[in-house]
């Protein structure tokens, strides 16, 4: 079965860090690349990066450049999302996905709410 | 940036009717790169249409969409009741994405 399992969501205070996993099974996630998408509650999607295949390529929204950062692991077929100096406006959910183009498999979601 | 403008921001019809939802770029894109998502309360979204006009697998034939340049639609030919949802339009240029902000499509 091809799913996307997340998980390291949490609840944390404003300035801290949390790193965000995302593991492939059915599949292996070396062929794709991998977004991450988030959702703040009762508001629409927002793309938040993307890294490439072989992870030599990433990218990232103008928000979150500096702060987030996306790596990943094809030997553990895992996707990771480490976010920097939270803020409450990051508090949402926050999606995996993978994609050739566009995202065919999302993760569950996992939630990230900031607050003091 | 590709900046997407969906409308309307709420659609209200009832069970059989025809939606037609929309979706406006600017500047324009490559149809090739234009994708719709439906999602329901507490899922994650699910991929409808890529490439302007190609169903995903497994999608109803009653989800059609078109458009190319600037504008572009996803219509439900005759709504059923689980097609009660948000929909996304999505463009993924050069592999940065941008969403719309959505179509709500709800029971009249």
């Known amino acids: 079965q091809v799913q996307l399992v997340q998980s390291g969501g949490a609840v944390v205070q404003p300035g801290r860090s949390l790193t965000l996993s995302c593991e492939a099974s059915g599949f292996s996630l070396r062929s794709y690349a991998m977004h991450w998408v988030r959702q703040a509650p009762g508001k629409g999607l927002e793309w938040v990066g993307v890294?490439?295949?072989?992870?030599?390529?990433?990218h990232y929204a103008d928000p979150m450049k500096g702060r987030f950062t996306i790596s990943r692991d094809n030997s553990k077929n895992t996707v990771y999302l480490q976010m920097n100096t939270l803020r409450l406006e990051d508090t949402a959910v926050y999606y995996c996905?993978?994609?050739?183009?566009?995202?065919?498999?999302w993760g569950q979601g996992t939630l990230v709410v900031v607050s003091s | 940036d590709i900046v997407l403008t969906q409308s309307p921001g709420t659609l209200s019809l009832s069970p059989g009717e025809r939606a037609t939802l929309s979706c406006r770029a600017s500047p324009s894109v490559s149809s090739s790169y234009i994708a719709w998502y439906q999602q329901k309360p507490g899922q994650a979204p699910r991929l409808l249409i890529y490439?302007?006009?190609t169903r995903a697998t497994g999608i109803p034939e009653r989800f059609s969409g078109s458009g190319s340049g600037t504008d572009f639609t996803l219509t439900i030919s005759r709504l059923e009741p689980e097609d009660f949802a948000v929909y996304y339009c999505?463009?993924?240029?050069?592999?940065?994405?941008?969403f719309g902000q959505g179509t709500k499509v709800e029971i009249k």
């Open positions: 490439g302007a006009s």
């Open positions: 996905v993978r994609a050739r183009g566009v995202g065919d498999q």
């Open positions: 890294i490439s295949f072989d992870g030599l390529n990433i």
């Open positions: 999505q463009q993924s240029d050069s592999s940065l994405w941008t």
